[in-house]
């Protein structure tokens, strides 16, 4: 984002620059050290604010419905929270809670302002339960880093396969743990959803059939959309990402309605639609896996749109590569913001990688610490391909097959969340919490201003 610098022009006041930039009066003095405010000069130069956030400063702090202290709350958050700020009424800040506008005490708070120079992005963390020994859940990561997080997809829940139009929690899952992952996310100002998909069946030709039974008739349409709904309220949930990957082409038309459908029923509830789609890059590439996605008619009816990038290179015959490299995502963002509001954009990326056996031509999914745990264990020396601003590295594994690791650190993350910057877009989403550099957090912190 571009620093916006201004001129103090005769007849100039801090309050009339704050009205044209549309920004509060407080922001412009803190960003510019004035301590006498009145006492701007002609042809002094004025960092203009592209973000305020407040810093809560205590435990259980309210966040109230309205600028005064009898009203209603909307929730109470912890210590450290950050909470964007969007306006100044004496002794209030005018707030983003979630879904909610809010009003936060400025006792209650500092008051933070930033010029631009730093990327501001919205950071979505998908949440799942343990895959393995080796790949743990992501609790550990989700409330260790909970502050760098604007938003969490928990991938908990799926399209029935008996009777699609009813939804599958994952197996072992427990309500009181989504209750207790929930309240986490709202006491630190965190948007919490459930992913609803429909993968992992064993079988993909199931995949395509309960998607195209659930949406075959606007009664099966609604139905679903009701379990959606009761859903979100069980768990007080503040919105869903729907992430239905695999879909019949002749599905594409009904699968953009769904969506405006669903996309209406949750706003008339004062709830959120995240709907997650697979990457392109040109309309003539024939691609039965992302073709059925009209990237312009999803774009409308969502409110955010998830593009998920980590299928560059991966699957099979796709030969050794990144997950997503810079150029693979700026090709694929070109093509996403010609068609959607690109503040309703996330790019989500790896933090994952692949361990590339070069003589079967199979790739193994690999964590960042799985990664190092190999290059150490085989010597091998890990170098950061600045092409495609990702970290890789050669073995030759005992049986004397040649490898090749293409995989994800705090760097190669930190470069994808300029590029979104570079290009506008909402943010970043990170598949999935847990499988992380753990450096990320660091870098996140001070290098990136986490929109909340």
Do not use: C
Request: no cysteine.
């Amino acid at each position: 984002m571009a620093q916006t610098i201004y001129v103090v022009q005769p007849g100039d006041t801090v309050y009339n620059i704050a009205q044209k930039f549309d920004v509060p009066v407080e922001g412009i003095v803190i960003l510019n050290d004035l301590e006498n405010p009145s006492q701007i000069q002609v042809g002094q130069q004025l960092r203009i604010p592209a973000y305020l956030q407040a810093t809560v400063l205590y435990e259980e702090v309210p966040i109230y419905q309205q600028p005064v202290q009898e009203s209603e709350e909307w929730g109470r958050v912890r210590a450290g929270t950050h909470l964007q700020v969007l306006g100044v009424v004496e002794e209030f800040y005018q707030v983003t809670y979630l879904n909610h506008i809010g009003w936060l005490l400025r006792d209650d708070a500092q008051l933070e302002a930033y010029d631009g120079t730093q990327p501001i992005a919205s950071i979505l963390g998908f949440y799942t339960l343990e895959e393995s020994r080796e790949l743990p859940s992501s609790y550990a990561s989700y409330t260790e880093n909970i502050d760098a997080l604007s938003e969490a997809g928990l991938f908990f829940y799926r399209l029935n396969p008996e009777s699609p139009l009813e939804i599958s929690p994952e197996l072992g899952l427990r309500d009181q743990d989504v209750v207790l992952l929930t309240e986490i996310g709202h006491q630190n100002n965190v948007r919490v959803m459930p992913v609803i998909h429909n993968l992992l069946y064993g079988d993909v030709t199931i995949s395509y059939e309960v998607v195209n039974t659930m949406l075959s008739s606007e009664e099966n349409r609604q139905s679903f959309i009701t379990q959606i709904i009761n859903l979100v309220d069980r768990f007080n949930f503040d919105g869903v990402n729907m992430d239905l990957e695999d879909v019949y082409e002749s599905d594409e038309e009904l699968l953009s309605v769904f969506y405006q459908e669903l996309g209406e029923a949750l706003r008339e509830n004062g709830k959120f639609l995240s709907v997650s789609v697979p990457s392109r890059i040109r309309d003539e590439d024939y691609n039965p896996f992302s073709d059925p996605f009209n990237y312009s008619a999803i774009g409308v009816a969502v409110d955010e749109f998830v593009v998920m990038l980590y299928n560059e290179h991966g699957w099979p015959g796709s030969g050794p590569g990144p997950v997503v490299s810079a150029g693979w995502m700026r090709q694929v963002l070109t093509y996403a913001v010609e068609r959607v509001d690109p503040a309703k954009i996330m790019a989500a990326v790896s933090v994952f990688g692949f361990d590339f056996n070069l003589v079967t031509d199979r790739p193994r999914y690999v964590s960042y610490e799985q990664a190092m745990a190999l290059a150490q264990e085989y010597g091998a020396t890990i170098r950061f391909d600045e092409e495609s601003q990702t970290p890789t590295f050669r073995y030759t594994a005992s049986n004397g097959q040649e490898h090749e690791v293409w995989f994800e650190n705090a760097e190669s993350l930190l470069a994808k969340i300029r590029i979104a910057d570079e290009f506008g877009i909402k943010g970043v989403g990170i598949w999935r919490l847990g499988l992380e550099d753990p450096a990320v957090w660091d870098e996140l912190r001070s290098q990136v201003i986490v929109r909340k």
